[in-house]
């Protein structure tokens, strides 16, 4: 059997063997992950790791530049510089979304979609889990952004920490740094879309209608008002020009 060069090409990439500066992303994910470094902890020096293991440091500094990129390390200068573990964050899962919209990838119809599944879920599970004093802080932000918009400032920033914040009553770290990188995407859609005040309070008046459903305990009419929430909330950003997306 002859097989075709383009499928020739392909088994040669399954193929490939990884090069060193895979391998030594690979080895220390698993050091990471076993919990023999932490968050804070300082990785070995390039030289020091490079010696450990007798490779040249050109592919330990790659490593590095790799974990880096997928956020799991962060690279700072000085003279306490070095490769340090950090928090996870959805800094690269945001960078990927915005890349994907820019090349037309994935709409801003997709993206409100995918809230609607995310955010439906949060909710329910905030309604479960809230506490009263989880329910006075949210009852506070509403406020805190309303006050803004009637003084004429727009309080977008407001607006999304209060879906993050129902996030993280929800409980669940997952879905707080998967909705963290829809909302940060959001946030580049709307500092574009520019919203006047009374837009940003209309959306603050959607978000005290949430918490009384939340405090009421209400599944249907939290889940009715979240729906028409996100589908309204996005429906400007749906209609920007490619190019401004």
Do not use: W
Not at 192 to 208: G, K, L, S, W
């Amino acid at each position: 059997m002859v097989i075709p060069c383009d499928h020739m090409l392909v088994f040669d990439e399954f193929i490939r063997p990884p090069r060193t500066f895979e391998v030594i992303v690979d080895l220390l994910k698993a050091r990471i992950f076993a919990g023999q470094y932490r968050v804070g902890d300082r990785l070995p020096a390039e030289r020091e790791l490079a010696e450990a293991l007798a490779i040249g440091r050109a592919s330990v500094r790659e490593a590095y530049r790799a974990l880096e990129l997928v956020g799991i390390v962060e690279v700072r200068k000085g003279k306490d510089g070095g490769a340090y573990i950090r928090t996870p964050s959805a800094k690269s899962l945001t960078g990927a979304l915005n890349d994907l919209l820019r090349v037309g990838s994935v709409s801003v119809a997709q993206i409100t979609e995918a809230r609607l599944v995310i955010e439906r879920e949060i909710a329910q599970l905030a309604l479960a889990r809230a506490t009263p004093q989880d329910i006075a802080g949210l009852r506070a932000m509403v406020g805190e952004a309303i006050g803004k918009a009637r003084a004429g400032v727009a309080a977008s920033h407001d607006n999304v920490a209060f879906h993050m914040r129902l996030a993280e009553i929800a409980g669940n770290p997952i879905l707080v740094m998967v909705l963290a990188s829809i909302m940060d995407l959001l946030m580049l859609l709307i500092r574009r879309a520019e919203p006047e005040a009374q837009i940003t309070r209309a959306v603050a008046e959607d978000h005290r209608r949430i918490v009384d459903a939340l405090e009421a305990r209400d599944p249907e009419r939290l889940r009715a008002l979240i729906e028409e929430h996100i589908r309204t909330s996005n429906a400007r950003l749906e209609e920007l020009p490619p190019g401004e997306a």
